[in-house]
């Protein structure tokens, strides 16, 4: 790789784009638990333990509705074999062609190995319209595709297509430019792993763009572009945290085993 001897006249030319360096804090959805003292307690009904399970037992939940979760989540994400041994098993019908799974993922596992030029390529064998009618993710796709050539040390490729393909639509969108500009300010640094955008050399930042395509196809095939079941597990979070307000009773803190606590007295 020519990326030593490279750099310095990156760092100039890295000027252009108007680059200073930034960070983010990544925000993210956390369940909190409402401290309760023994004076705040005592003033909230106490629901006891026995009492929430036979509240619970009264509520009746089809199976068939149960298994419609379970098949819109592996639809969703797209484990294609799981939902077709799962439609054989429950007889659970699925509400999109499952053949159509298989090249989404496809799609989806190009750009999660850095693969953009043919995942754009699958995309619009898939349907064009995908990217014509979206900029916002196209742009980010050829952001990504900017990131790869960083990553693999093609610096002087990197700026001419940051030049050729982006630096244009950052000029008609503001936002475009400023994530322009952090993708850009990687080749000002050395140790890119460690500097201010550092994140976007990161794996996650692979997936982020593969999700946000994956949605999509999936909205382009009039299907839900998220999985029902994690929106269920916020609501049950949020109706958790409204409750802690009016009573003490047994919380779910355990969300994969759905066990219930003893109500705090």
Known sequence: MRVGVERRRVSCRVED???????????GFKQSNSAMGKGESSSKKVITKEEWEKKLSEVKIMKEDMNK???????????????EKFQM???????IDLGTITDRMAVRKAVQCGQV????????????????TNPQLFFHLQQQRLIELI???????????????????????????EELERTVALLAFEDTVNCPVGELLDISQRQKTASELNAAILTSQSHEKDPKLPSLLKMLIW???????????????????????????
């Open 17 to 27: 784009f108007g680059v200073e360096g930034e960070s983010k804090e990544k925000g």
């Open 117 to 132: 030029e043919d995942a754009i390529e699958k995309v619009n064998d898939l349907n064009p319209e995908i990217l014509d």
């Open 89 to 95: 098993e429950s007889g659970t019908q699925p509400d």
């Open 239 to 265: 109706a958790q945290n409204q409750l802690d307000e009016k009573a003490s009773y047994p919380r779910i803190n355990d969300l994969v085993n759905a066990t219930l606590e003893e109500p705090v007295t």
């Open 151 to 177: 990553r693999s040390g093609q610096v002087e490729e990197a700026l001419e297509f940051a030049q050729e393909e982006l630096a244009p639509r950052g000029e008609e969108n503001h936002a475009f430019l």
């Open 69 to 83: 979760l379970v098949m819109n989540f592996l639809v969703t994400e797209g484990y294609v074999e799981a939902a």
